[in-house]
T-cell receptor, first 109, second 117 residues
Framework: KNEVEQSPQNLTAQEGEFITINCSYS?????LHWLQQHPGGGIVSLFM???GKKKHGRLIATINIQEKHSSLHITASHPRDSAVYIC???????????FGTGTRLQVTL | NAGVTQTPKFQVLKTGQSMTLQCAQD?????MSWYRQDPGMGLRLIHY???????DQGEVPNGYNVSRSTTEDFPLRLLSAAPSQTSVYFC????????????????FGPGTRLTVT
């Protein structure tokens, strides 16, 4: 079993829908990252959080440390949000990130 | 700032050939790392460096070498390419190494798609 599990693996939504991507992990962590990988392959950092909630534009990331769970929400989704969203965690005693396998999102018109 | 740059973008090798994937960053980051990305798997750490002259192995280091002679550059060498090394390779950097309960924003290069036949 992977230390980091993402769900769903694939998601198709219509433009304007509210989207939620989930990340669950099995170990205590110091921090969690959300990354976005566009179809061209480039990876960009969206959020890094260790508690609570962060918002940037239409993106919101939340984390519940006790539940070992994080969610990435996209409000008013748009086709340009189509990408793979990757969750990564820094286990509490580790010095390297552990990555989930990603959630592939397609937003259609 | 160019950020993190990688060359080449695509490469095809024959089994047994060697090559170097280049990675450079202009953000004066201490920490640089190489990952490979394979279908159905998360990014896996190959090698990393916490500063010039210091490198260490990640979780899948076999068949790869690295060196860090300057802060800016972190090349990855494939010693004798094998079909199992067909993958997409990403270089990443961050201000400092993660650990001690502190993580840092990761900056990724555009990736190198390598095929070994």
């Amino acid at each position: 079993k992977n230390e980091v599990e993402q769900s769903p693996q694939n998601l198709t939504a219509q433009e304007g829908e509210f989207i939620t991507i989930n990340c669950s992990y099995s170990v205590g962590i110091s921090a969690l990252h959300w990354l976005q990988q566009h179809p061209g392959g480039g990876i960009v950092s969206l959020f890094m959080l260790s508690s609570g909630k962060k918002k940037h534009g239409r993106l919101i990331a939340t984390i519940n440390i006790q539940e070992k769970h994080s969610s990435l929400h996209i409000t008013a989704s748009h086709p340009r949000d189509s990408a793979v969203y990757i969750c990564a965690v820094l286990p509490g005693t580790a010095s390297k990130l552990t990555f989930g396998t990603g959630t592939r999102l397609q937003v259609t018109l | 700032n160019a950020g993190v740059t990688q060359t080449p973008k695509f490469q095809v090798l024959k089994t047994g050939q060697s090559m170097t994937l280049q990675c450079a960053q202009d953000m004066n980051h201490e920490y640089m790392s190489w990952y490979r990305q394979d279908p159905g798997m998360g990014l896996r750490l190959i090698h990393y460096s916490v500063g010039a002259g210091i490198t260490d192995q990640g979780e899948v280091p076999n068949g790869y070498n690295v060196s860090r002679s300057t802060t800016e550059d972190f090349p990855l060498r494939l010693l004798s390419a094998a079909p199992s090394q067909t993958s997409v390779y990403f270089c990443a950097s961050s201000q400092h190494a993660p650990g001690g309960s502190i993580s840092y924003e990761q900056y990724f290069g555009p990736g190198t798609r390598l095929t070994v036949t």
